[in-house]
């Protein structure tokens, strides 16, 4: 049984689209990526998920339950952590942590508490405010708020946005240690170096549907090939270089200051420059190929 | 579906205690400034008003002494500003400054628990500060009378309402300011032609018809009830103060959702 099943969604807001037509399975236990730019109907999928927005169309189910109408059973086997910090911030921890094991009606509060603080490695804190906590320990509060009860399936909303490096790797190793153990993990990002890492396999998404799906290594051989040379070079002469690619039939995207001319294994003769940078290819070229914008 | 998805229902007790625990868990962070405040207040108001009025203009009010009379009423007073108010900030703050609503609704718990649990969470805590002014006012002389017993339960209904209207109104503001209006429109017109201060009866017709309407007023004459004696009539005052929370609870309910789910 697939943990989510979502056929023909869509949601609209007023004239805005966010969700139009999309189909996505995710079976049980793996960890989905769910990739796509700012506005590409990640977070209201993810709502719609929990019964905290209405589709227009379409059916939804998750873990076994008709969605929205099942929509608080089936909230009561998953577990959110949201884009945005919404700890109750004067309370203790272990008081944030056991009020969500009292919602999730876990029967042994003090058990999960403790569970939860080892998870988020905060049981020295336990009776600290959260405002006394750094950035980096209230993401894991929040982590660990979602998995108080041990849910089946786990909703990440852009997990790490706004973190610095330290604080993401520290919530990948959490991330990667749950897809470990078999819980099934659907998260959003816009973030392609945290797909690649935890993800099984990658939905790109864009405009509210899914435009392609797979294994991160499937995706790059499927859209971008083996090989992708990048050129840094003046305004003029990347406007050259990319007619001439374009010319030859290959694929050209913007790269901050450069171009990068994918799948340049096929290029012919003086396609690419020979002062060009070649490196694999990567799910960043396939993202930027794909949904035309800039990664991040 | 799970054998745990079957035994979810509507209004569940664990849903309600759950929100509910969040609040308590708050309350233990700020409990000292409120409590200090809501006893702090009853007393300034019956030096102010009580002791100052009744030693110069006023001696008293239909056979009540003027600083019970004051007294009293103040139970209306602070009920309405612990349950409306609060209702009206923290409801609007939760939801769109903290994102807590977020949160609690992503666990199983629907609008109508959230809801509920918080109307009965204010409304419980109204209806014990609600009681201060009435314990100060029998320090300043007030007798104690059996009937006063009742006097939680007449505030929690008042409380239930206000905590809905507050609620409501919350989710029908576009900015925290707007809240200006509704104070300026409906609070405080409630609380000064409740009776609290003075006897509507000398008011015209007019404005005695519509107090008839302000739940503060009747509030404040079962209050008033409680320590000088009941009438016939309270039974259909209680009876519309427990319309009032009943129809502001379904108020409440509605307009949360719409704001809540989209």
């Known amino acids: ?296 | 579906m799970s054998e745990r998805g079957t035994r979810l229902r509507r209004l569940e007790p664990a849903a309600i205690g759950g929100v509910m625990s969040r609040e308590v868990a708050n309350f233990r962070t700020y409990w000292k400034g409120t409590t200090f405040s809501s006893v702090l207040e009853p007393i300034v108001y019956l030096l102010a008003f009580g002791l100052g009025l009744s030693a110069t203009l006023v001696d008293e009010v239909h056979g009540i002494p003027y600083v019970q009379f004051v007294g009293t009423g103040m139970v209306a007073t602070a009920v309405i500003f612990s349950s409306a108010l609060p209702a009206m900030f923290g409801t609007f703050v939760k939801h769109r400054f903290q994102n807590t609503y977020d949160a609690i609704l992503a666990a199983p718990v629907d609008v109508e628990e959230l809801v509920s649990a918080e109307m009965l969470w204010i409304g419980l805590r109204a209806s014990v500060y609600g009681c201060v002014p009435l314990l100060v006012t029998i320090a300043f002389g007030l007798d104690p009378a059996p009937g006063m017993l009742l006097v939680p339960l007449f505030c929690l209904a008042t409380a239930l309402g206000f905590a809905g209207f507050g609620v409501a109104m919350a989710a029908t503001v576009a900015k925290i300011d707007q809240f200006n209006y509704v104070t300026a429109l409906f609070v405080t017109p409630l609380f000064l032609v409740s009776g609290a201060f003075f006897p509507i009866d000398e008011l015209p017709e007019g404005v005695q018809v519509v107090a008839q309407l302000n739940p503060l007023h009747q509030l404040v004459e079962l209050v008033r009830g409680g320590a000088f004696g009941y009438e016939a009539v309270d039974i259909l005052r209680f009876a519309g103060l427990a319309a009032f929370a009943l129809v502001m609870w379904r108020v409440a309910v509605k307009r949360m959702s719409a704001r809540l789910i989209d």
Not at chain 1, 52 to 58: K, R, V
Not at chain 1, 260 to 270: D, M, Q
């Open chain 1, 1 to 296: 049984m697939a943990a989510i099943e979502l056929r023909g969604v869509v949601k609209r807001f007023g004239p805005i689209t966010a969700v139009d037509g999309l189909d996505l399975d995710v079976p049980e236990g793996i960890c989905l990526g769910l990739l796509g730019p700012n506005g590409a109907g990640k977070s209201t999928t993810m709502r719609l998920l929990t019964g905290q927005a209405l589709p227009d169309a379409g059916e939804l189910r998750a873990l076994g339950h008709e969605l929205p109408g099942d929509a608080k059973a089936a909230r009561a086997e998953m577990g959110v952590v949201p884009q945005l910090d919404n700890l109750d911030v004067d309370v203790t921890v272990e008081d944030n942590l056991a009020v969500f094991a009292r919602l999730y009606r876990v029967p042994d509060v003090g058990a999960a508490v403790d569970r939860a603080l080892d998870l988020a490695r905060l049981r020295e804190r336990r009776r600290d405010a959260v405002d006394e906590l750094s950035g980096g320990m209230r993401r894991r509060l929040l982590l660990a708020r979602g998995l108080v009860h041990e849910p089946r399936l786990i909703l990440l909303d852009e997990p790490t946005v706004g973190l610095d490096p330290q604080i993401r790797t520290q919530l990948w190793t959490l991330i990667d240690d749950l897809r470990s153990h078999g819980t099934t993990i659907l998260m959003s990002t816009h973030y392609i170096e945290e797909a690649e890492r935890l993800a099984d396999e990658v939905a790109v998404m864009t405009h509210g549907k899914v435009i392609s799906r797979g294994r991160p290594a499937e995706l790059i051989a499927e859209h971008a090939g083996r090989e992708t040379a990048e050129i840094y070079a003046p305004p003029e002469r990347l406007a050259e270089a990319r007619a001439i690619a374009e010319t030859d039939g290959l694929r050209v995207r913007p790269a901050g200051p450069a171009i990068a001319i994918v799948g340049s294994e096929r290029a012919g003769n003086g396609a690419v420059p020979e002062d060009a940078v070649r490196r694999a290819a990567s799910l960043e070229d396939v993202f930027v190929l794909l949904t035309g914008e800039e990664a991040e």
